[in-house]
């Protein structure tokens, strides 16, 4: 059917893995670094990041505990020592969900801001089989928020940007430049996503949704 879509890309952190893992390495590269900080003033600062959906979160908690024009190539550097997904970050709903969007028909990539070696935690976890497109930011060489790595992406997929949807947790780094690629919009709300969003930041993605479980059905409405 013309407009349908067929091929869908899910970022990996927030939504197949727990992002705690994400803040807690910036918890401990922060400190490494010499921020001075309490737990409480972390949790405080990164749940303002993720109701914010508009800014980096490592530029922002990298200023809010060591002040203006942080290093940030060697915190992510330290960070990256302790971002690792163990088994027990995979979402529950993750591997059902794939087997059922797989059985429906539909084409699967993922397009993320990660490293490259990200991949032997999906090999580890059973899923790379079920993805045919990756677009990650450790191979090559974009990053979002930049539209480029959706519009890249794409074309490594050989798919229309109308026949595809992004699922993601960020407004800012998944919804926003997925639409500006062209993409159908599914915000899944976890990970990076606010606890309580509000109705102008729903009004942006074409639904949000509260787990995976719930895809199959969104995308044949939005189809």
């Known amino acids: 059917m013309p407009g349908a879509i067929d091929h869908v890309f899910l970022d990996i952190g927030g939504v197949l893995y727990d992002d705690r893992v994400y803040a807690e390495a910036w918890r401990l590269a922060l400190r490494e670094a010499g921020g001075d900080f309490t737990d409480a003033a972390f949790d405080e600062e ?5 109701a914010g959906q508009d800014r980096s979160f490592r530029v922002r908690l990298s200023t809010a505990f060591l002040g203006p024009d942080p290093d940030l190539a060697a915190l992510e550097a330290k960070a990256s020592r302790h971002w690792h997904y163990p088994p027990s970050a995979l979402h529950a709903d993750v591997l059902p969900t794939l087997e059922a969007l797989r059985t429906a028909g539909y084409r699967l990539g993922v397009i993320a801001n990660q490293p490259s070696q990200v991949r032997a935690a999906l090999e580890r976890d059973g899923l790379v089989p079920y993805f045919e497109t990756w677009g990650v930011s450790g ?12 519009v890249r992406t794409l074309e490594l997929a050989g798919a229309p940007a109308g026949r595809t949807a992004m699922v993601g947790d960020r407004l800012d780094y998944d919804m926003v430049p997925a639409k500006a690629a062209g993409m ?15 109705p102008a930041q729903l009004a942006v993605p074409d639904v949000a949704v509260a787990d995976l479980t719930e895809l199959v059905s969104v995308l044949v409405e939005l189809s």
């Open 184 to 198: 159908r919009t599914i915000w899944v709300l976890r990970g990076e996503a606010p606890d309580d969003p509000t």
């Open 46 to 50: 990164y749940a303002a990041c993720r």
């Open 139 to 150: 191979d090559l060489g974009l990053h979002k928020p930049d539209p480029a790595l959706f």
